[in-house]
């Protein structure tokens, strides 16, 4: 079972078994009384408690819960205030708008931390220009302060999204930033125009990633990705820029033969020796 069918099947089963034992406690007390002695709210509510703790023992990670817990609550609440047929499709497209990227390219938006921006920051050169494009560019965080702290890099983000891209760009131009945001398929650019190459993507991704980037970064340029490695070669360096697996920064420098799949150059590099 892979984690998607792994993941469905536990929350489908906390759901389930969560109703269930709901609806068994409800019967036992109609058995007990002639009528129910639970309102609709007190039966979601112990749904929803219910089918918290049982997705945290099927082994969920804590973010579940909060879903768990108000999902029925949720859809009863939405069922009884009747809003109008508009307001689904609405928030239909919202969630288009915004999850794109996932529908078309299985990428999920998740926002990458200062602390990674730091070292990425660390990476760059400080007196000399350099252009870095962001492949994938959310909402254009990362780009923004590199904006403030390295004026002579030309910073670029793409972003295939439309709401995330929009947003990106009016910071953007909200602040006068120079870093240009372009709605876009990263698969679309040439990326041998630029000198640092930063992905925060999806390992389902990451080989369509090494294809590209071996075929059309320079040699001396530099590729960064956030959680998630290579598939099958070995990372120039790696930084750990908090506690779990999903903030660690790997890089690897583009050798001369355009090849990132070699496994024992002899420079291997260290972030350090970069700064
Ligand atoms: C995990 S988020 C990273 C956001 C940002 N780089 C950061 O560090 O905060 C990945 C983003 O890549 C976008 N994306 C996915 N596939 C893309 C593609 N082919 N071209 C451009 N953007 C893409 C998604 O829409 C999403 O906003």
Known sequence: MNSRTRIIFCVLSAHLGAAAIAGGIVLAGQASHSASPYGVWEIAGLQGLLSAVLGTVLGLAWWWIPINLLFLPAAIFVQQIQLPAMAYLGGFLLLLLFNWGVIFTRVPLFLSRRSVWREVEALLPQDEPYRLLDIGSGLGGMLLRLDQTRPLGRHEGVEISPATWFISWIRAQMRG???????????????????????????????????????EMRPGTLLLSLAFPLPGIRHDFVIQTGRSERQKLYG???????????????ALEHAHLLR
């Open 177 to 215: 930033a120079s870093a240009r945001f372009l709605r876009r398929d990263y698969r679309r650019l040439d990326l041998s125009h630029y000198d640092v190459v930063f992905a925060f993507l999806s390992p389902l991704v990451m080989e369509d990633v090494l294809h590209k980037a071996s075929q």
């Open 252 to 266: 690897w420098r583009v050798r001369p033969d355009y090849d990132l799949g070699y496994q024992d150059h002899p």
